[in-house]
T-cell receptor
Framework: NAGVTQTPKFRVLKTGQSMTLLCAQD?????MYWYRQDPGMGLRLIHY???????AKGEVPDGYNVSRLKKQNFLLGLESAAPSQTSVYFC??????????FGQGTRLTVV | SQELEQSPQSLIVQEGKNLTINCTSS?????LYWYKQKYGEGLIFLMM?????EEKSHEKITAKLDEKKQQSSLHITASQPSHAGIYLC??????????FGPGTRLSVLP
């Protein structure tokens, strides 16, 4: 049972570099989410999607872009990484009852 | 999220003691979800509450949603070291915008 899979698990970027985080779910869920978690800040919503081809901004969308070309995948992109984007990123998908299922996280460091 | 507040921020209890964590919203909640996160790992779903006055239990954990649906409590009876972690409440704030409280860090001393 794969559930929600995030890749990569760890990454170190230099300031100004770009990268894409991939989230894949095999539960046929419509809703998918990207969060970042920082010490003392809890989980903050970056972007979310309510279905294939749709995306919406969350609480902290600046500096990030997302795409949902396929129902099972939700990509989070950083076009020009900044040290402030050092964080642990979590992806989640939600079932029709509203329960969210999370990936194991991606630990990103921007130097 | 600013929409959800949790208290206390952290909690240290002796094994065997009971404890309560609270989650408060300034708006009516249409669904309140409790999650647990072990350090460095993803979140695990615990319970979902949708009706005012609803109460659910699983093993030694009980969650309640008040009648006005603006506050929820999570109560752990006879805590064990395995209960240690971060407890987060989550809720929809409109249009599937699913946000979380800042979390409560629980330590249980053996």
């Amino acid at each position: 049972n794969a559930g929600v899979t995030q890749t990569p698990k760890f990454r170190v970027l230099k300031t100004g570099q770009s990268m894409t985080l991939l989230c894949a779910q095999d539960m046929n869920h419509e809703y998918m989410y990207w969060y970042r978690q920082d010490p003392g800040m809890g989980l903050r919503l970056i972007h979310y999607s309510v279905g294939e081809g749709t995306t919406a901004k969350g609480e902290v969308p600046d500096g990030y872009n997302v795409s949902r070309l396929k129902k099972q995948n939700f990509l989070l992109g950083l076009e020009s990484a900044a040290p402030s984007q050092t964080s642990v990123y979590f992806c989640a998908s939600r079932d029709p009852q509203g329960r969210a299922f999370f990936g194991q996280g991606t630990r990103l460091t921007v130097v | 999220s600013q929409e959800l507040e949790q208290s206390p921020q952290s909690l240290i209890v002796q094994e065997g003691k009971n404890l309560t964590i609270n989650c408060t919203s300034s708006k009516t909640l249409y669904g309140l979800y409790w999650y647990k996160q072990k350090y460095g790992e993803g979140l695990i779903f615990l319970m979902m509450l949708q009706k005012g006055g609803e109460e659910k239990s699983h093993e030694k954990i009980t969650a309640k949603l008040d009648e006005k649906k603006q506050q929820s409590s999570l109560h752990i009876t006879a805590s064990q070291p395995s209960h240690a972690g971060i407890y987060l409440c989550g809720a929809d704030i409109g249009g599937q915008n699913f946000v979380f409280g800042p979390g409560t860090r629980l330590s249980v001393l053996p």
